[in-house]
């Protein structure tokens, strides 16, 4: 078992963690860089992993910086299933549409300071994603999770969504890897959501 960091490591936004066990990649959010000019930037950049190698996402609440990038990840290639509580999915399509409009805004307001000649980068001439792109997102949504009862993912990998603890959409996380009975590696942490057991 292999987990990675590629967001909310340096700072508090931008969740997104890989969980690699079993043969399967599991990604854990996938959140937009919120903040400072500096953080947003981050947003630009490549994921550290090639979003078609990412067999499920599993979507802990619907928080932008735990949703947000997920038009950007099924853009890139991402074909996976993503699974969530049916609230986070009702809740994640609100904002991923609104945050998309909020792209598109932004890109026309720097186009518009391109043609008068005012400094700009390049990369903020085109939204991050479109509300076509999050509208294509949406498709990738599969099961719907209750708390407390586990989905299976693959053979030998099962998930379990926990109830809330601090805030009224965070929940729990806990990741076991058993083998032969024995516990290999064991993962608490309060702001992710799901539980991962391998047997």
């Known amino acids: 078992m292999n987990i990675s960091f590629h967001g909310a490591d340096r700072n508090v936004t931008g969740s997104c963690h890989l969980l690699e066990c079993a043969g399967k990649r599991i990604l854990i959010d996938c959140g937009l860089y919120q903040g400072r000019k500096e953080i947003k930037e981050e947003n630009q950049k490549p994921f550290g992993f090639d979003p078609a190698s990412i067999d499920y996402l599993l979507l802990t609440h619907a928080h932008l910086d735990h949703c947000g990038r997920i038009p950007l990840l099924v853009k890139q290639g991402f ?81 379990t969504f926990l109830m809330p603890v601090i805030y009224w959409d965070q929940q729990a996380f806990f990741s076991n ?23």
């Open 79 to 159: 074909n996976g299933e993503i699974i969530s509580t049916s609230a986070s999915f009702e809740l994640a399509r609100l904002i991923l549409l609104d945050s998309a409009g909020l792209q598109e805004e932004e890109a026309r307001y720097q186009q518009r300071r391109a043609k008068r000649g005012k400094k700009h980068k390049k990369e903020l001439l085109e939204p991050l994603y479109t509300i076509l792109d999050a509208l294509n997102s949406f498709e990738f949504f599969g099961r719907r999770s209750q708390y407390k009862k586990r989905i299976k993912l693959s053979e030998g990998i099962h998930a």
């Open 177 to 199: 890897l058993k083998r032969k009975g024995k516990n290999i590696v064991s993962f608490f942490q309060v702001i992710l959501a799901i539980a991962i057991a391998l047997f």
